[in-house]
């Protein structure tokens, strides 16, 4: 062993694979530029949007400026449409998305853990995942009615097959050596399940919460736009009938921001419940 070995206090084999922990201030300074450089596309954007019209680029009768729709939104906003329609549609798109994380997740696990469950369970599960959600949309409506009950059991169903889907694969695909050691160390089946099983699986299936999240409120938005009198998708298609214009857009906007921020929060979810994975860096 060298002396420049000894004195790093690493062995030869792996002397200079350690990583050096960056300082803070360079980490700040690649999190701003980052930030920075994300920014600043959707600032171009915002501003093609405004210069578009004004610049007759664009017709402003069917897309106009960005500060008009956001003018818009302020009056939506100002007399009580806004959060009537937001808080309708938040409600019927996450109380869709937590029923289906309710039976989903668990079913998921129980089909992943034992195999004759999810042979048994396959041919259904194949036939019904292929099923596109809003082509049964009609179904729902005339089973149920034009009321809550359809609406919600559409996002239901619209969010069970990634939330189920991810989940199966997570148990599936945990790595065998970890199996083998808990066995090894004489692990119960249960405590197999608990210990190793779920936290390794706990990514993938926050996956499956994200994907579900994104399909619940597209579905919602396709089903309120048909037989609604509320919502952010009726918000948009009476904009678009009444031919406020300006409203359809910045309804399109709030969608456009609950996703971004529904899905902030599940990454920050995910952060926390995986805490013991090691945090990848890029040079």
Not at 39 to 49: D, M, N
Not at 127 to 137: E, F
Not at 167 to 184: E, F, G, H, M, N
Request: hydrophobic share 55%; glycine share 8%.
């Amino acid at each position: 062993m060298s002396d420049l070995a000894l004195k790093a206090g690493t062995h030869p084999a792996t002397h200079g694979l350690q990583l050096k922990t960056p300082p803070v201030w360079l980490r700040a300074y690649h999190q701003l530029a980052n930030a920075t450089w994300r920014s600043g596309l959707i600032v171009a954007l915002a501003l093609l949007w405004e210069l578009a019209p004004r610049l007759g680029l664009t017709d402003p009768t069917f897309l106009p400026p960005l500060s008009e729709v956001l003018a818009a939104g302020w009056a939506l906003a100002l007399n009580g449409q806004l959060w009537e329609h937001t808080s309708i549609s938040l409600a019927r798109s996450l109380g869709g998305l937590l029923l289906a994380i309710v039976f989903a997740i668990p079913l998921g696990l129980a089909i992943g853990w034992y195999q004759r469950l999810g042979n048994a369970l396959n041919p259904l599960i194949e036939l019904l995942r292929n099923t596109a959600p809003l082509a049964l949309l009609p179904v729902f409506l005339l089973l149920l009615g034009i009321g809550e009950v359809s609406k919600i059991s559409i996002v239901v169903y619209a969010c069970a097959w990634p939330l189920l889907l991810n989940t199966i694969s997570a148990v599936r695909q945990v790595d065998p050596l970890l199996v083998k050691s808990a066995r090894t160390m004489g692990a119960t089946s249960r405590q197999l399940f608990l210990k190793v099983i779920l936290p390794a699986s706990i990514p993938t299936i926050f996956v499956g919460i994200r994907l579900a999240a994104a399909s619940a409120m597209l579905v919602l938005i396709a089903a309120e736009m048909v037989g609604a009198k509320a919502g952010l998708g009726y918000l948009i298609i009476y904009a678009q009938f009444s031919f406020l214009i300006a409203d359809m857009y910045f309804g399109i906007i709030a969608i456009t921001a609950i996703g971004v921020t529904l899905n902030f929060v599940l990454e920050k979810l995910e952060s926390h419940f995986t805490a013991w994975k090691p945090v990848q860096t890029r040079s």
